[in-house]
C-alpha cells in the first residue's frame, strides 16, 4: 500500500462510487490487519456514535460563526489553530462520552441513541 498525502485526498473534490468505497476500506482494512490491529464492527454512519459529529462539529461551527475569511489558505489557517489550542479536556470529554455511547448502543441492541 502506497503511502498517501491525506491532506490532498481530503481537499480533493471528488464523488466516490460505492464500488471505490469497498476498495479503498479493504486496502485499509488489510493494512491494518498487517500491524496486528482489530476491527471492530460498527454501523456505517450513525451521527450519535460518530465523535465528528456529536462533538467536534458543534464547537467549530461556534467558533468559526461570523468569521469571514479572504481566501482558502485564511480558512485553514484559522482551522489549524482552533484544532493546535484544544486542550486535553475536550478529548477526555469526547472519549468518556463515546464509550457511554456505544455502551448505550448495546444495550438498546444498534438502535439510534438519544442525547
Not at 469497498?22 to 450519535?48: C, F, M, N, T, V
Not at 460518530?50 to 467549530?60: Q, V, Y
Not at 477526555?92 to 441513541?113: A, E, M, P, T
Amino acid at each position: 500500500m502506497e503511502c498517501w498525502n491525506f491532506e490532498n485526498v481530503f481537499m480533493e473534490q471528488r464523488v466516490y462510487t460505492d464500488s471505490e468505497k469497498k476498495k479503498i476500506h479493504k486496502l485499509i482494512s488489510l493494512q491494518l490487519q498487517r500491524y496486528g490491529w482489530e476491527i471492530l464492527p460498527h454501523p456505517a454512519h450513525s451521527p450519535d456514535l460518530a465523535p465528528s459529529d456529536f462533538h467536534l462539529f458543534g464547537p467549530l461551527k461556534r467558533h468559526l460563526g461570523g468569521m469571514a475569511f479572504e481566501t482558502e489558505d485564511d480558512l485553514i489557517s484559522e482551522l489549524k489553530n482552533w484544532f493546535d489550542n484544544l486542550d486535553v479536556d475536550f478529548f477526555r470529554v469526547v472519549f468518556n462520552s463515546l464509550l457511554s455511547r456505544w455502551q448505550k448502543c448495546i444495550d438498546l441492541h444498534g438502535d439510534y441513541v438519544e442525547k
